[in-house]
């Protein structure tokens, strides 16, 4: 006996773990009729890295402002673009973006909002780096609120 799927949390990246994620959850969401939430997370530190080393002087405020307007929009993010085109067909799917470590987010999401099932691609990360460092997806199997689909 089973339950019904009302709600499916996508974490995205732009990855192709994540788009073949997206596709799946596409898949469970025609069949289901559930609801999609599509969650992109930026990490603060990753982020002040890649800026950091992008910009010419640190003072140009007006540019970090314009960065951070662009990343805290689901329309100009291209993840959100790749996710949704791999979603297919599916009905009033949710972009949402949060700020901070990205299992904890996604895990603190899923519990915040009745997530149902979490579908999360696979990174293609080598065994020993997964072991010194850990992924996403292997946080997120062990902390998540709710059942977890891993997307090889």
Same mark, same amino acid.
């Given at each position: ?22 596709a799946?959850?596409? +898949?469970? &969401?025609?069949?289901?009729? =559930? @609801? ?6 930026h990490?603060?530190?990753?982020? #002040? ?29 291209p993840?959100?673009?790749?996710a ?11 972009? +949402?973006? &949060?700020?901070?470590?990205? =299992? @904890? ?11 149902d #099932?979490?579908?999360i691609?696979a990174?293609g ?6 072991l ?13 609120p ?7």
């Amino acid at each position: 006996m089973g339950f019904p799927l009302k709600k499916l949390l996508v974490p995205i990246d732009g990855s192709e773990g994540a788009e073949r994620a997206a596709a799946h959850a596409g +898949e469970l &969401a025609r069949l289901s009729g =559930a @609801a999609v939430v599509l969650l992109r997370v930026h990490s603060p530190d990753l982020y #002040q890295l890649s800026v950091l080393s992008e910009i010419p002087p640190l003072t140009d405020y007006e540019y970090l402002s314009a960065i951070e307007k662009q990343m805290n929009d689901p329309a100009k993010d291209p993840a959100f673009e790749k996710a949704r085109t791999a979603l297919g067909t599916v009905s009033g799917a949710e972009n +949402e973006i &949060a700020w901070g470590q990205a =299992a @904890a987010m996604i895990c603190d999401y899923a519990k915040e909002h009745a997530i149902d #099932q979490i579908v999360i691609g696979a990174r293609g990360r080598s065994a020993f780096n997964a072991l010194l460092v850990g992924s996403v997806c292997s946080q997120v199997l062990h902390h998540a609120p709710c059942p977890v689909t891993v997307v090889h």
